[in-house]
């Protein structure tokens, strides 16, 4: 199928703005990393290698975190340069409308949002867990001798097992308030819950506990003393840094909320990462959508003022999204509205904006 003129003219022209931005923008994000990782090297004697390895390992969430803002700065600058040159007005008097500009601008957005989904869903998880490991190889962190609500999840041989501990002491190789999802084709085949689960003998020993297995309509459960797990890591493997929802993919925090449900803790922060994951994707068709009518908007400052336009719309958006992520996270908003409403928002002013601008 053939691209239209238009489409490919835009694009192009969209294209090269965004890569600009993409650049601009994970370097501004790292620039705090740097120092991090600066200081790690300097007072703490780390290797310059392990340094430049956990730099490699952070690209992944930065160019991620990146897209949307750079979709917004590349949509932004293409319209005001188009407009600037009365391409807009040719465009519109050849019987283009401004509708028919914005979807074509809105569907490299939209592009933009899956290639952002894809990398918080495919590489962003893999890399934020090896960036945690060489960060611990690198300072030899002491581990905490008491953690509370730790999760991880285990493959073996085919069975995804996804863990959670209400306190686990990585000294002593002691759990206690465990419960294990266990997966097969990604389907939830077997529940276990034990009040301990201690680390003997290299490997770990689930003990008084009942196992729930899932066999199509039906459900056994059978008590158990003592139930040895294939699971392989020791208890300093375990202990390494909790993972931050934010970190996670999607399917990982879908396990760990059924897992916390059944645990009977609060999954609230959990859900509403998952929506998070869709909505901040999202934004960049929205951005992308807002950049037309302020694109259009009488400007005599040139970049400066898509520029200091894009920053203003960022802040307003993400101080917004914290705002509602906290409540939501607290349980005084729903998980939904609280990962949506930016975006809702944004929709909203961007239509308003645009029906103006066609008028």
């Known amino acids: 199928m053939a691209i239209p003129l238009l489409d490919r003219y835009l694009w192009r022209q969209l294209r090269d703005l965004f890569l600009f931005g993409v650049g601009v923008f994970t ?6 990393h740097l120092f991090t990782l600066a200081r790690m090297v300097l007072q703490q004697g780390a290797p310059f290698t392990a340094a430049l390895e956990l730099l490699l390992y952070r690209i992944p969430y930065f160019l991620a975190f990146s897209f949307p803002m750079a979709m917004l700065l590349a949509s932004l600058m293409t319209i005001a340069r188009l407009s600037d040159g009365q391409e807009i007005t040719a465009m519109r008097t050849g019987g283009i409308s401004l509708g028919r500009i914005a979807l074509s601008v809105v569907a490299a957005g939209v592009l933009v949002s899956g290639t952002t989904l894809f990398f918080n869903e495919v590489l962003v998880p893999g890399a934020e867990d090896r960036y945690r ?9 002491p581990v905490a001798p008491v953690q509370e609500q730790v999760l991880f999840r285990d493959q073996q041989e085919g069975i995804e097992s996804v863990y959670f501990a209400r306190r686990f002491w990585p000294d002593r190789g002691l759990m206690e308030g465990v419960v294990v999802n266990q997966f097969e084709g990604g389907r939830l085949r077997r529940v276990i819950e034990a009040p301990q689960a201690r680390y003997l003998g290299q490997e770990w020993v689930f003990l008084r506990g009942t196992m729930y297995l899932f066999t199509g309509s039906a459900t056994v459960a059978t008590s158990f003393q003592r139930l040895t797990l294939a699971l392989r890591r020791t208890p300093r493997e375990i202990a390494l840094p909790r993972r931050d929802p934010s970190e996670m993919s999607i399917r990982e925090l879908r396990a760990y909320i059924q ?23 999202a934004s960049a068709a929205l951005f992308a959508l807002l950049a037309v009518p302020l694109g259009l908007r009488p400007h005599r400052s040139g970049p400066s003022v898509g520029l200091g336009l894009t920053i203003l719309v960022l802040v307003g958006y993400y101080i917004l999204m914290s705002i509602t992520v906290t409540l939501g996270q607290s349980g005084r908003l729903h998980p939904v509205v609280a990962a949506w409403l930016p975006d809702v928002v944004l929709g909203a002013g961007a239509v308003a904006l645009l029906r103006r601008a066609d008028r």
């Open 133 to 141: 490991r060489a960060f611990l190889r690198a300072v030899e962190a």
């Open 259 to 281: 897992l916390l449900r059944r645990s009977g803790e609060s999954a609230a922060r959990y859900i509403v990462e998952v929506q998070t994951k869709f909505a901040v994707p």
């Open 27 to 32: 370097v501004l994000l790292l620039v705090n």
